[in-house]
Each structure stands twice: as C-alpha cells, then as structure tokens.
C-alpha cells in the first residue's frame, strides 16, 4: 500500500525519469542527440545505406581501399553498424592479402585456414591465395607449381560473384574451353560496364575463337576478330596503365587496325621504361605467356626481357600494317629496325619464341583476310 501510495503521489517524476532514460537509451543504440531533427537523422541513416551500398559493390569488384573508405564513412556516422563493421574487416583482410609479399608456406598455411569458410568473400579470398602462392613459386623457378596454383578455381560456388567470374574465365582460357570463357566476361560486363577487367577478358576470347577458326574458315575467322576488336575499343575507354593489357589489347587489333595496335603498344612500353609505371606491382612481376601455336610457355622475368618482348610486338604491328594496307618500303623497313633492337635486350629465346608464334598467327589471318577480298 505505501508502495502504491508514493506512486500515486510521485508519478509525474517517475514518468519523466522513465522518459529520459528511455531518451537516453534511444539515443545510445542509434547515436542521435537531442539537437538532431527527425530530417536530419532520415538523412544519416540514407547516408550510411549508401556508403554501405558502394561499399559492398566495390568490394565485390575487388577495389578494396576504396570500399573501406567507404565502410568506414558509414562507421563514422553510425559507429556500431554491423553490416559496415564486417565490411571493414573483409576489406581490411583483403588489403592485406593483396600487399603482403608472400612465401608459399605461409600463403599454404592461411588457404588451409579459409578452406572451410563457405562465405562468397571467403571464396574470393582464397582465389587470391592462390594467386599468391603462384607469384611465390614462379619468384622461386617452381614454374609447374606455379602454373597449377594459378589455374585452382571453384567455379560451382563462385559462377554468380564478380571477382570469381573473371578468375573463372581465365581458368577457362588455359583450357581452351573459350565459349564458357567468353561467358564469364560477358556476364562481368553486364555486371560493371564500365569495368575495362570484362570488356578485355570478352575480346580476348573472342579472338582466341578467331584464332582457332583461323585455318578451317579464314574469312569467318576475321568477321570474329573484327568483332573482337570492337569489344576492345570498348575496353581501351576504362584501361589503366597494366603492361599485359595493352600488349593484349595490341595482339588483338593488329590485324584489323595496326595503328590502334601500335598505339596500344607504345602504351605498353611506357609501362616499362617509365620509372613509376614499371614501380606498379602489376608491371615488376615475372609475365606468364602460352604459346598459341605450340605447346611452350614462355616467363618473362625482368624489365630487359619485357622490353625485348613489346619491341618484338611493335615490329609484328608495321608488319601487319605494310601487308594490310600496302605501306610499302618504309613500315617493313620499321619492323626490320625494331626486329633488331629485340634481338639486343633479349637475353633468353623467350621474347623471340613469342614474336615468332604471333607472326604465324598473324599470317593466317592475313590470308583469311585475301580469302574474303578484304
């Protein structure tokens, strides 16, 4: 009865101790003061959906800095998010996969740990992985492990994830399998059409199916390529400065437009001599090329070798260019001149081997050009 009787007597202070720490649990949990207005706090949490948004589909595009900024903007404005706190430790554990100079022991030794992860992320993760564990072995010489380790893939858990498809259509390439592959870049260029990764993986196939129609049907085999080399005008619009990129670019177009090729080319050189492109991670390291019209690879390891192998492309470009549209005299005595310089960086027969298997490919496509009056 007292009990009730202070009630009775006190409830207005009860009711509004009640409401202040009600107020103040509020804003505890979602981190608004008493000054917020009800627009100002629809606008935060709009903001942090959208940073979180960016976030995850830059994630999934493997541009990790520039998705845990955005994590962490959303972190800034909502500091307990839980959607924005896994999204900074995926992107902050992909960071540090992607700069760590790696050993094969240790990749050997986070890929066991991961294995039984099942999360898409996860996934990606151990692409990566493998992708270093093949960097360590080729940096040792262990070039057949190397190879296996660049090829590992899961394509049944991975077909709808971004990252994954790009993997999965390389893999495809080193099996000549290029339909599926040319699938894979298909659907990531639906996916991110402004993602140059898509545009160069689709062309690439394209042409590999040009390749490979090239003796059976020369004329279908250049309406192939030219299709191909659309794709990759499409693709030159978002490329950054990657040697392997525009020298693909430039084994692409020569045929059809060799001074796109040459341009495409020169581009790659650059990507060589100029000292802060060459420092790029994706230029200093050993280059991994199969031979189309054989059954070797060739590595290209150091910055003289590169040099000798893009030289020996732009004599194939001024080839090309002096059969193709008659250039006469002068474009042959360029390939002449730039065949010779190669031949003084090389300092294995690798860069040659690749002039030489380009060159037959190069030829065969020139005879399906005269076989359909082009």
Known sequence: MEFLQF??????????IISVITAGLYMLVFHV???DTYRQMSERKRAVATHLKLGKKLLDLGHYKQALAEYEHSLRLDPANPEALEGKRKADMFLQVDTVEWKPGEAVAYKDVFSSREDHHILHFMGILSEKIGDSEAALSYYEQARLAYQRANPDSQADYYAALFNIGWLKYSRKRFDEMAGCFEKMCQLAEFDYRGFHGRGY?????AVHLANADGAAAVAVLQQATDMLYSAQRYVP??????TDIGEVTRIIDPDFSIRSHQRAM???RQDELYNLHENQGTIFVTLLCSDHDVWLTNRQEKIAWVTYLLALDHYAKAKRFAAGDSAMFEHDRLVKEAEKY????????????QKIIMDRFLAGLASAGH
């Open 7 to 16: 009630v009775k007597e006190y409830w207005f202070l009860i009711t509004l």
């Open 33 to 35: 003061t008493p000054w």
């Open 205 to 209: 196939a394209l042409y590999m199916k």
């Open 241 to 246: 400065n990657i040697l392997v990129i525009n």
């Open 270 to 272: 650059d990507c060589i």
């Open 346 to 357: 090389q300092e294995t027969p690798g860069p040659r081997m690749l002039y030489d298997d």
